[in-house]
């Protein structure tokens, strides 16, 4: 039997040497959705926000901070690869949010004398690889813009390169976010290279034009609890930008996760919450009549016949 | 179509593309000589690509691996 495994060269592990293999730790990025070796999908029509949604996650990252109610543990280093905005949009953008975090790289795709990025290229890579920040994650903005013939699977050798890409940014615990535009037939171009594929879809009274405003829908995650529809806008007033959220849509859903009989901590990575939000939605859950009221605190039953 | 002259043929060895390359370049040979038909030459010039893939995805995967050690050494990582 030995010799038979090792007439197979296969690395099978017991359970044992699996627990005690030297695997890379893999960590939080933006919990509960993205960790450090995922690859994520972002995709939608033109112009319903896309990019806004891959900025507003990049800063989050980059600054430790929070962003449409998910918490960035910490700051990382985030690389934006730009190709269709370019600086000025851009500039322009980013001037919403107030200054950019130390921990985030841009790099515009009509930058002055740099030559366009194609990361379906051996050249594209290895500039890319070359002059990067060693990102723990990576937005491609679009992919479509940035690994083009790959993209359309038009040219096999280019996607080659692009999958090969991507399996070293596992292999090396670095997140990647790509962004797309939507299929021909409605659907993501490159759902199957990612794990995690996030559809933007129009809000319900999303009107023409004006700022980002979305539904997001996670239509494909390896999350252990069924991440929820999550609608989203972003406001500016006076040349400052805000985002606001769903809080109210998210209290039907932590009240009927309630009522299942989830724990807390379930309910806060099904809705992609931090634990003081459990709690506000809770109350308002209880106001609206959705869950029962609070009963009495046990401090004040009777236990034990202590009194 | 006249009948075609049947003997064994040598390709080079495809150890990287330059290898590749000579390969395609002796089928064509081969179909011009009228040694080999030019189906037959598509049929084995197809399987070249597949080999010229795999190596352009190798040198790139090496490329990778190098870049990522050069970059480890810059920031004073151990290997």
Redesign the interface.
């Known amino acids: 039997m030995e010799g038979m495994q090792n007439a197979t060269l296969l690395p099978i592990l017991t359970d044992p040497q699996l627990m005690a293999a030297g695997r890379p730790a893999r960590s939080d990025l933006l919990p509960p959705w993205l960790s450090s070796d995922t690859r994520a999908l972002v995709y939608g029509p033109p112009g319903i926000g896309k990019s806004f949604l891959a900025l507003g996650i990049a800063w989050a990252v980059a600054s430790g901070t929070s962003f449409l109610g998910w918490r960035a543990p910490r700051p990382r280093r985030v690389l934006y690869l730009d190709g269709e905005m370019g600086a000025a949009e851009l500039g322009d953008r980013l001037a919403l949010f107030g200054q950019l975090p130390g921990n985030l790289a841009i790099v515009p795709h009509d930058r002055p004398g740099g030559a366009r990025l194609d990361l379906g290229t ?1 050249d594209g ?2 500039r890319l ?2 002059g990067w920040n ?1 990102p723990q994650l990576l937005v491609l903005d679009t992919l479509s813009a940035l690994a083009p013939a790959a993209r359309a699977d038009r040219d ?2 280019r996607r ?2 692009l999958h ?2 991507l399996l ?1 940014l596992k292999q ?1 615990r670095r997140a990647v976010l790509m962004v797309d535009h939507t299929a021909k037939n409605g659907a993501a171009g490159r759902a199957s290279a990612a794990d995690l594929v996030m559809a933007l879809r129009p809000a319900a009274s999303a009107a023409a034009g004006g700022n980002a405003r979305f539904e997001i829908h996670f239509e494909k995650t390896r999350q252990r609890v069924p991440l929820f529809p999550i609608a989203a806008e972003l406001q500016t007033t006076d040349g400052a930008g805000a985002w606001r959220w769903d809080a109210a849509c998210r209290v039907d859903r932590l009240a009927a996760l309630v009522r299942q009989g989830l724990s807390r901590r379930d309910v806060c990575e099904a809705l992609g919450i931090e634990r003081s939000w459990f709690f506000r939605l809770k109350a308002e859950a209880r106001t609206r009549g959705l869950l029962p009221p609070k009963g009495p605190s046990r401090s004040g039953t009777s236990r034990g016949g202590t009194s | 179509m006249s009948a075609l002259k049947r003997e064994a043929f040598e390709l080079p060895d495809t150890n990287d593309i330059d290898s590749v390359n000579q390969a395609q370049v002796t089928l064509i040979r081969l179909v011009a000589q009228n040694q080999i038909r030019a189906s037959e030459a598509l049929k084995i010039s197809r399987m070249l690509e597949h080999r010229r893939r795999a190596i352009a995805t190798g040198t790139l995967w090496e490329k990778m691996q190098e870049l990522e050690a050069q970059g480890r050494q810059m920031r004073g990582e151990e290997p």
């Open positions: 051996e890579i290895v690889m070359a060693d096999h050798e080659d390169a090969c890409l070293h090396t």
